[in-house]
């Protein structure tokens, strides 16, 4: 497998505010483990133990929560609510057949999947074959995203055809369900440049090669350059732009500039000569709005303290997992106000890690099946469902399924008194 990926990245941003171009405890005996290597992690990432008390961990806005419509960043110019308002319009919008929905698709609107811009317990299915070291997606089977719906039966010009969901074929040896991810906060995520990734997998690197993550890198054909995946559990996604058309296309069936080949059912191109909507769905205008939607929509805001949540972001620190859930990050240069140089608490490094048992077994972009980004924890009370798959009904056992390169973390996690442990938990479900 390759460390880089090609992809297109669609057309250049435009003005609305978008980015240009980014581009001592009673337990010491236990704790004993938190050895030099876990020491100079933290040290690396700038994350002493004494910095992530509660002052360290304020998000930069509310966010959406329970009952709540999407909320933008502060401080957006009067062209810049306008460009979020027409998002949320866009976001919300139901696509229909005579639209350009389908042939095959998984929903009809991103809210669906992405309640008020945060998650749902929604699943998508991917699938392929593992051959020896190679992966092979089964594109010509439909791999390796299943587009679970079809509009049903259609007449054409060519025909009557009945356009069915798509199964996974009995060639697949690997299937995974995917949840979907909170939306809240991205923004920030596609402001940081990529040197800020390169040099915390560097540091990680120098500190501990056995724990540390590694970049996504992705060929960018329209700059001639590889830039860093950020977004998707596989870090397969490097830009907001990217991510709105890409979802567009592969959730709904949606077609626009550099994603103009429509999926074909199962694999079967020649179905989509019975396509009842072939010309281009989208001129990119709701792909642009979808960007936009999602660089202003705000990051949720800290749950929630007291002087438990305060120990337990200090054991948060000591045991490791500040290592990979890195509390700050900080973005460059925007011209969206709330963004620009501004430091962000998704407590993720971004970085692909080997997860052992707990990757799904696909390889996607430049992530082997073993390999998953590290997923933030911001706005972590408001789920309900943990880990890539939803499998985990608390934060407890999301813990305890960590494996590869976070097993040190859990098996450090396992040896915490139980006071030690809530407070742990306190601290997480004030996230």
């Known amino acids: 497998m390759t460390s880089c990926h090609s ?32 020491r100079l992690l933290l040290v690396a990432a700038g994350l002493f133990v004494t910095s992530l008390g509660v002052s360290a961990q304020r998000g930069p806005g509310p966010g959406p929560g329970p009952g709540n419509g999407p909320q933008p960043v502060a401080g957006l110019t009067l062209a810049q609510q306008q460009a979020f308002a027409e998002g949320v319009r866009t976001f919300g919008r139901r696509f229909t057949v005579a639209e350009g929905l389908g042939p095959v698709f998984n929903d009809e609107s991103c809210a669906e ?105 992705l060929f960018d054909h329209t700059v001639g350059a590889d830039i860093v995946g950020r977004f998707g559990w596989k870090a397969q996604v490097p830009t907001l732009r990217v991510f709105a058309g890409e979802a567009l296309l592969n959730e709904m069936g949606i077609t ?69 859930h890195r509390p700050s990050l900080t973005t460059g240069p925007s011209p969206v106000r709330a963004l620009d140089r501004a430091t962000f608490f998704p407590y993720s490094d971004f970085l692909l890690h080997d997860m052992g048992t707990l990757g799904d077994g696909i390889s996607q972009a430049a992530a082997g099946g073993r390999e998953m980004r590290t997923q933030p924890l911001w706005g972590l009370r408001l789920q309900t469902r943990y880990l890539h798959d939803g499998s985990a009904t608390t934060i407890e056992e999301a813990v305890r399924r960590h494996d590869g390169q976070g097993r040190d973390a859990r098996q450090r996690f396992d040896a915490l008194s139980e006071a030690e442990r809530a407070q742990l938990l306190a601290f997480l479900r004030s996230l």
């Open 113 to 217: 999947c992405h309640r008020g811009g945060g998650d749902t317990t929604r699943t998508v299915t991917r699938f392929g074959r593992q051959e020896g070291e190679g992966f092979d997606t089964l594109a010509h089977l439909g791999g390796s995203l299943i587009q679970a719906r079809g509009i049903g039966t259609v007449s054409t010009s060519e025909g009557t055809y009945d356009f069915q969901g798509e199964d996974v074929p009995a060639d697949a040896t690997v299937r995974a369900r995917r949840k979907s991810q909170p939306l809240f906060g991205l923004g920030f995520v596609d402001a940081v440049p990529d040197d800020t990734f390169r040099a915390l997998a560097d540091e990680q690197q120098a500190a501990d090669p056995a724990t540390a993550g590694r970049v996504s890198l």
């Open 256 to 324: 626009g500039p550099g994603f103009r080949d429509e999926i074909c059912p199962q694999g079967n191109c020649d179905a989509l000569a019975f396509n009842p909507a072939p010309a281009l769905n989208d001129d990119g205008r709701e792909a642009e709005a979808l960007t936009d939607f999602m660089t202003m929509l705000a990051a949720p805001g800290r749950g929630a303290t007291s002087d438990e949540t305060d120990r337990g972001a200090i054991v948060f620190g000591q045991i490791g997992c500040a290592s990979c």
């Open 7 to 38: 992809f297109f990245t669609g057309p250049p941003r435009g003005p609305t505010g978008r980015l240009q171009g980014m581009r001592s405890t009673p337990h010491a005996a236990r704790l004993s483990e938190l050895t030099r290597r876990h």
